[in-house]
């Protein structure tokens, strides 16, 4: 059995793989469905990405409950674009559909993140076996959970940020750190950061250590027109 945590990355998606046995790899894919076709097996598969799209409203419940655990944290929850907007064919069309559709507008960022939401979004309406397997997992709602419910206290992208969420992937998965390590060296070139191979990682944690038995937020997901859940996953240790 093993399980996969997965980020977006400079060179398209990173996944980190853990078995019960203690096997581990990374790897970088240049897209959603090269990934899936790799590890259709897998248990469970955890990616930092919005999965379920809203038609109408920007925010989902999953996203209002993820910012009001996670305090000084929050502002990395971004509104989620209506599923009009995502399939909009440029920029400006996907502004002026969201404003349409939500009164809202859509920041650039996010906007370069649509790519990857189509991506996941297309596997999951033409394969019905990733929807047993692929869910969405937002790595400070995944800390927050890892670390029994509380919030963060520094942004992952400093030296501050890495050794608080290190200590805390330790204290649930003793080889995290010594992989967290191995792994950086494994990273080609400018393909990913280390922050990106920090939230894949804590994914395939939360994937490996709940041993199936995550909790989401909301308790109860929504769902959008066409079936998908919108929620994030999380596990709390119980010791």
């Keep these: 059995m093993f399980v996969v945590g997965v980020d977006g990355c400079r060179a398209g998606w990173l996944a980190v793989k853990l078995s019960r046995h203690g096997a581990w790899e990374s790897r970088i894919f240049p897209e959603m469905a090269s990934l899936w076709s790799a590890y259709r097996q897998a248990a469970l598969i955890l990616v930092d990405i919005p999965i379920g799209l809203p038609e109408a409203a920007n925010d989902r ?45 859509i920041f650039r960022a996010t906007w370069n993140l649509i790519p990857r939401m189509r991506q996941v979004d297309e596997v999951l309406q033409t394969d019905p076996q990733a929807r047993e397997v692929i869910r969405e997992a937002h790595p400070e709602v995944m800390f927050w959970g890892l670390n029994r419910g509380r919030p963060l206290t520094f942004s992952k992208k400093t030296a501050a940020g890495e050794g608080e969420r290190l200590g805390i992937l330790e204290g649930v998965y003793p080889p995290a750190k010594a ?61």
């Design 61 to 105: 419940a999953c996203d209002k409950a993820a910012r009001k655990i996670l305090g000084p944290r929050r502002s990395s929850v971004f509104p989620v674009p209506c599923r009009a907007a995502v399939s909009a064919p440029n920029y400006d069309a996907a502004i002026k559909i969201n404003e349409q559709v939500t009164g809202k507008r």
């Design 179 to 239: 992989l967290f390590s191995k792994m950086k060296k494994t990273l080609p070139g400018k393909s990913a950061v280390p922050d990106d191979l920090m939230d894949a990682l804590a994914a395939a944690v939360t994937g490996l250590m709940s041993g199936g038995k995550l909790k989401t937020l909301p308790e109860t997901p929504e769902r959008d027109a066409h079936g998908l859940p919108m929620e994030m996953v999380y596990f709390i240790p119980e010791n």
